[in-house]
């Protein structure tokens, strides 16, 4: 291995450098087998289709995506499914096992194909010249479901039918969408289905959204060469939302059943869920500090529902996709109520519901369940590493949570429907990842297996840079409110005794946002180390993972507490020998570009210099359902809207400040960093811009991300 120094050309070109891993993973109904998606070798932007035999231990790829014509033309539909779900690739997008564990439905360029493993068959599901997003197999596998052109259709899969679709609904169009999740419930609740089958596989259960009742407003998308002003219906804070109804429809009818399912108006549809010949319906208000789980038999959908549960904050209620019915009468369910996001067990025999974990921790994810036990991810000792844990609640026992996974690391699972085996896609400060499958055997004890790794070997594309690898340490220290703020520090390549260094702090600092962990850590901070600075991370109150109070801190107020819990990492520099404490910059995308410009205003003595990447300036121009969660409306809440926006600060603003944004961002709209322009050089504060034509939130593209981490570089070195 020899002793290069990492570029950042290097960083986003091919091969990609820390090597590709799976991704996508899901296993066969039978766990017989292990499909994935994997990046091609000869192309970074397409996705190919691969299979893994759980018995023998062999792979192979089974479909490769280049043999399928491709136009590269998206449908408005996929252009938005894409940028909820944060997708830049193209080849296999999608895929879905059929029930029989045979065949996997793949969709490719808007068609959907089938594919025979066993003999590498593919045949076209759908009709060319059409374009098709959200299937779905029916629960006996005879049906296909998927929306086109708005609408739901259906593809008999059997009998004499086989091959023939037809329109379920046929009243769609660009302002009535049947079976598609709203803007809102993707962006924000992260529901991404619109339509759901019964238990049964004789309905679908459906949403209507009516995106008339938003008002029309204007975007501007700014191209190299061209300028569009987009037309949207944008659900800002306070705002109106789309209205969303429910049907449940027969297969043999063309008349659906309105399903009751709202308490007021401008309630959300927050899940939905067909289990156990019943239909569950998660209910949300407006001000989210209400979440009802209600229930309709599935062929009785117009009784009044049983209202199985309702959990009330005096903030927010965070949703999850934690419900799980075991019976017509058990169901699990997480919540916060006793502090932490704990797992619990709803029995009607039980006088009260049991908790199946308790004290520090939080239950991120049910990943399977059954009549005897529950297997779930998160944490119970620290938040920075996750974990695979089950519970055993056989009969009047209930065991305490066991750990399946071990080592000090992060796990992202998923659990075959036996609840029997896994596949662990892992990550350690010492592994960029690899993927383990684990079984249980009859006597409980674990297996595991490495089926594909990325260590770094002397064939790995980080194989040249390793000398110079800079590994972080981790630590905490004492937060304003008892609990502990964990920090990821990066120190600087080649420091020497005596010399001091610039730090600059990387932050996101909003909600969901918790970036300190045992995972691999991105290897931008290895750019930083190698041109003389270290770096802090730190998690703040807000971020997520911890307490509910923890979480609530920012409640009514953004931009204040977080940079409160950013100057004591501050603090904590100024006690390392090495840290020039004249010379701290701060950096962050998104909430993190917002953090940027609070910090930089609200403590202009400490950050000398900082880089704000699509910044969020005031959350009027931000949506209903994440703006409100913390804020709740302009309306009722005037005074915290202002003084969580950057503008009451920028007066304070002393330090060099370089503002980056796309100018066809859709998600924190250009608007926000013009207003910070204007407001900026009203009050004859300098400051340095670059904008990128063409560029959405994510200023994903190759080109774009060398310049402007190049401009970053540039920056900071000129000013700290």
Partial sequence: MSNQTLTVERLFSEPAINGELPSHMKFAPDGKHIAWLQVAEDDRERLDLWLYDVAAGSTRQILDASIVGQSGILSDAEKAERERKRQFTGGVTNYHWHPDSSRIAVEIDGMFYMLTPDSDTLTPLTKPGTRQTHPTFSPDGQTLAFIRDYNIWLLDLAGAANGSERAFTSDGNELRHFGLPEFIAQEEMHRFDGYWWSSDSSALVYTCVDNST????????????????????????????????????????????????????????????????????????????????????????????????????????????????????????????????????????????????????????????????VMFSGWLSEPTQQHLYRCEFAGDTISAPRPLTEGNGWHDINVAESGTAWVDKQSSFELPAALEVGQLDAAGNVQRRTIASLAIDKDHPYAPFVANHITPTMGSIDGADGEPLFYRLTEPANKKAGSRYPVVVYVYGGPGGARVNWAWPPLLLQLFASKGFGVLELDNRGTGNRSKAFDDAIYLRMGKVEVEDQLLGTDFLRTLPWVDAERIGVFGHSYGGFMTVMCMAQAPEVFKAGVSVAPVSGWELYDTHYTERYLSTPQANPDGYLQSSVFPYIDNLRGELLLIHGMADDNVLFTNSTKLYKALQDIGTPFQMMTYPGSKHALHERSVSIHRFNALFKFFQEHL
């Fill in 214 to 373: 938003i008002a029309v407003s204007q975007r501007y998308e700014i191209d190299a060469d061209d300028f569009r002003v987009i037309e949207q219906r944008y659900p800002y804070a306070g705002a109106s939302n789309a209205a969303t109804t429910l049907a449940v429809q027969a297969l043999t009818s063309d008349t659906p059943q309105w399903i009751d399912w709202s308490d007021n108006s401008d309630d959300y549809l927050a899940r939905v869920d067909c289990a156990q010949d019943a239909l569950y319906v998660q209910v949300q208000n407006r001000a989210q500090q209400r979440l009802t789980l209600k229930r309709w038999p599935e062929n009785n959908v117009l009784a009044a529902p049983e209202t199985l549960l309702t959990e009330i904050s005096s903030t927010w209620i965070n949703l999850h996709n934690n419900f799980h019915a075991l019976d017509q009468q058990r169901f699990l369910w997480t919540s916060a109520r006793a502090g932490y996001e704990h797992l619990y067990l709803y029995d009607p025999a039980q006088p009260a519901p049991v908790a199946l974990t308790s004290g520090r921790g939080y239950v991120t994810k049910v990943l399977h369940a059954d009549d005897n036990g």
